[in-house]
């Protein structure tokens, strides 16, 4: 079976991703938006983005064993987009 | 007690780069600049002030931190750390050089429990170019975090979580720590003498009107009492309050672009022994630049 493409890879991590933020940040999924910022509109300070991690590394791994999402990168995440781009490098291996 | 007013020239923060390959232990993505990496939430950026007031000796502070982050796990961060700060101002000098090791352990996955530890320390060496002394620092500091509660106001009390009142969001973020120091070579004095200290830390943030705003407004404080346990120095100073209150307002604060230019005004009161900063009470006006480059 091929590998998925960026788009589609994309696409099936999205709602993941997603879903993990809205356990963290205690907001529903549909309110949790791409262009969502992640401190200013659902209120996910350094310590809670890091949090994120354990939960991105277990999406990312289920793609790519030897994926690992650091603490410090979560932390400096601004948007829900570059939190689902994290994760999709991740998964990728790139 | 004597208050001085100066204005900072040049505030910059260089956070990260965010193209690098994410399993990559050698990713700037892990790379940390800012003033002192004691900061949790509120992010100082590194800066160079140079002051020249008239008919006065002109004078220049520094502060820059520097960290790695090293750590395989996801849950914590693990890194070796840098850290400088000087003032050649005459009546308050300083200078410190630290170098160690720091972490941050978050050590439940807040995905499948409601709340966590979070474990904050460093071990590292310092010079006190002041002084004159070496020694080795220890300290280590503790909060519990808490899943958010999508910003309902119901929770405010809940630490570590970001409350909409209203007219403002808010967040508070309460610390306990300990600090031991072993000076090995004082001025003076070929003997080695230890501190020991206990902390209580409380950080609370404010952003008025912040849907409107945008959180371009913040107002940031943050209030550290130490208590000496055992001080085998001469000091007989055991207490050491410091209170620190910054006020910002972004011109401009582009998420997407990472990047920020603002003013601010930081009123800072007391003393940090374990930063070689003695008493005082400053009051700072800042322009501030945050950029963050991909």
């Avoid at chain 1, 829900?80 to 291996?93: F, M, N, R, T, Y």
């Avoid at chain 2, 001025?187 to 409380?202: C, D």
């Avoid at chain 2, 943050?222 to 972004?250: A, C, G």
């Amino acid at each position: 079976m091929p590998n998925p493409t960026k788009d589609e890879l994309r696409k099936e991590i999205k709602p993941k991703v997603i879903h993990n933020i809205s356990i963290l940040s205690g907001f529903d999924e549909d309110r949790i938006k791409e262009e969502s910022k992640l401190f200013e509109d659902l209120g996910m300070d350094d310590d809670l983005r890091g949090a994120l991690s354990p939960g991105f590394q277990r999406i990312a791994k289920a793609y790519n064993p030897v994926a690992s999402i650091s603490k410090s990168a979560c932390k400096k995440l601004s948007l829900v987009s570059e939190a689902i781009d994290l994760v999709v490098k991740g998964a990728q291996g790139a | 007690m004597k208050c001085r007013h100066f204005v900072s020239l040049l505030m910059i923060q260089f956070v990260a780069l965010a193209n690098a390959r994410a399993q990559d232990l050698f990713s700037l993505d892990r790379l940390l600049v800012r003033q002192s990496l004691d900061t949790k939430q509120v992010a100082e950026p590194a800066f160079f002030n140079f002051v020249a007031p008239s008919g006065k000796s002109t004078w220049l502070s520094i502060g820059l931190g520097i960290k790695y982050d090293a750590s395989p796990a996801s849950n914590w961060e693990l890194g070796p750390f840098i850290e400088y700060a000087k003032s050649t101002e005459i009546e308050k000098e300083q200078s410190i050089f630290k170098a160690g090791v720091s972490y941050d352990w978050t050590i439940l996955d807040l995905a499948e429990n409601i709340s966590s530890p979070l474990l904050i320390g460093k071990t590292n060496y310092n010079r006190d170019g002041i002084k004159e002394t070496d020694g080795l620092q220890f300290s280590a500091s503790f909060t519990i975090l808490f899943r958010g509660k999508g910003k309902k106001p119901d929770y405010f009390y809940i630490p570590n979580i970001v409350s909409n009142l209203g007219a403002f969001d808010f967040l508070y973020s309460p610390h306990l720590g300990f600090e031991y120091e072993d000076i090995m070579r004082a001025k003076g004095n070929s003997t080695s003498a230890t501190i020991s200290r206990i902390l209580g830390k409380v950080q609370i943030s404010i952003y008025p009107f912040s849907e409107s705003l945008e959180n371009k407004f913040e107002i940031l404080s943050d209030f550290t009492f130490r208590h000496d346990i055992v001080n085998q120095t001469p000091s007989t100073d055991k207490d050491h309050p410091i209170l620190k209150l910054n006020l910002n307002y972004y011109l401009l604060k582009d998420a997407k672009a990472k990047k920020s230019i603002g003013v601010g005004i930081a009123y800072i009161n007391g003393e940090d022994p374990a930063a070689g900063f003695d008493q005082q009470q400053l009051v700072k006006l800042s322009l501030i630049f945050q950029w963050n480059p991909k």
